[in-house]
Structures are given as C-alpha cells and as structure tokens.
C-alpha cells in the first residue's frame, strides 16, 4: 500500500506569507506526528495527534505554528507570517498507535526568503 | 537534560567492511532506543529498536548494543554495501511519550 505522501515537496515562500503543508497519512493509522529538521540536524517533535485530538503540541516553536487534523486522517501544518529561521524540512509520520512503528513522509522542504 | 548526540559526525567503511555507528545518551529515563537511517530528500526509515531492559538485539545484518551503565549505543552494519550510505540516526522514546532524535552520523562506504 501506499505510504506517508505530503506536499508539496518544496515550497519557497517571501518572509511574512503564510504556508500550509499537508500530510497524508497511512490509510488506517491512529497517530500523526509533524517534525522539523533543520539542515544538518536531526527531526525535532512539533505536535501529535491521536486520531482527531491534538495530544501534545509542546514542541511548535511559537503561535505562528499551528497544525490540524479535523477528521483524524489529512494533517495540515500551518505557519503564518513565515520566518527565515522557518527554512527547514517538515516531516510527517503516522503509525498504527502510539506505541507502534512511526513510518515518515518524505518531507517537505521549506525555504523561507 | 534530554538529549541524544553522536560521536562522529562522518563515519568513511570499505564496502564490505563492517560498520560501527556510535551513540551517547544523557537521559537515563527511555524506554526504548531507535536507530533510523535517511537517505537524501527521504524521511527517516526505521532500522531496529531496543528495549532498555536488553543489551542486544540483532536484524538482518544489523545489531544493536545498549550499554546502560556508559549510557551508550552502537549500531553495527556487516559487509556493509553502497546502499547503506546515509544519515544515521539514535532516538530515544517513552511508552505514550514522543521521540527524540540525536545529531545523525552520515555514513559513506568506499569502493
């Protein structure tokens, strides 16, 4: 079957537009989960989600950041007024529960000029 | 505090040599260890985990040591091949809690 899909792939934006990435999850999976990689670093946790409700959000870096998953399937990670020190790559996982496997999406590479 | 960091930064193995990527962990509290691998404009693919009762658990061509009293963990990659190059990466997770991911070592295997 398939697997994480997000878009798009890159998204290039004029500091202070507003983004909005999406993430499909694995047909079936429970939790989501949206990371930020920086160049050169590993996944930093934003926020997940178990089903619908949004469970833990301590790691979106300030209010411009907001995410959503309002029928527990297609997630969309929003940030307004986008910051240079927004470029990164924001990546999606889901998996059957929490416990389980996270399987990643390929991510999607914002540049913020 | 919490965090996972690596050794090396670039790890450079003969193909067919064996690997061995390193991991040093400060917070004590994990329940479990993960190693993933990320290949260029990919997101992180699962390799192996280990629970932190175990000291030793081994995949296909793959093994993880855990050792709790230097809080550090390798990864192990036999007769490692091209397609093995990579970032290599050690998290750390809490039953019901999220993963933290280490600095990653990238991997590059010579002809």
């Known amino acids: 079957g398939a697997g994480v899909s997000q878009s798009p792939r890159y998204k290039v934006a004029k500091r202070g537009q507003d983004v909005a990435l999406r993430c499909d999850p694995i047909s079936g999976h429970v939790s989501l989960f949206w990371y930020q990689q920086a160049l050169g670093q590993g996944p930093e946790f934003l926020t997940y989600f178990q089903n619908e409700a949004q469970l833990d959000k301590s790691g979106l870096p300030s209010d411009r950041f907001f995410a959503e998953r309002p029928e527990g399937s297609v997630s969309t990670l929003k940030i307004q007024r986008t910051q240079q020190e927004d470029s990164a790559v924001y990546l999606c996982?889901?998996?059957?529960?929490?416990?389980?496997?996270?399987?990643f999406g390929p991510g999607t590479r914002l540049t913020v000029l | 505090g919490e965090s996972v960091g690596l050794h090396l930064p670039t790890l450079s193995v003969q193909e067919g040599d064996n690997s061995i990527i390193n991991c040093a962990y400060s917070?004590?509290?994990?329940?479990?260890f993960i190693w993933y691998k990320q290949e260029s404009g990919k997101g992180p693919q699962f390799i192996i985990d280990?629970?932190?009762?175990?000291d030793k658990r081994q995949g296909q061509r793959v093994t993880v040591l855990l050792n709790k009293t230097v809080k550090h963990l390798s990864l192990q990659i036999a007769a490692t091949q091209p397609g093995d190059s990579a970032v290599y990466f050690c998290?750390?997770?809490?039953?019901?809690?999220?993963?933290?991911f280490g600095k990653g070592t990238r991997l590059h295997i010579l002809p």
């Open positions: 998290a750390r997770g809490n039953r019901d809690d999220k993963i933290i």
């Open positions: 917070n004590s509290a994990s329940d479990y």
């Open positions: 280990i629970r932190s009762n175990m």
């Open positions: 996982a889901s998996s059957l529960d929490l416990n389980n496997e996270q399987f």
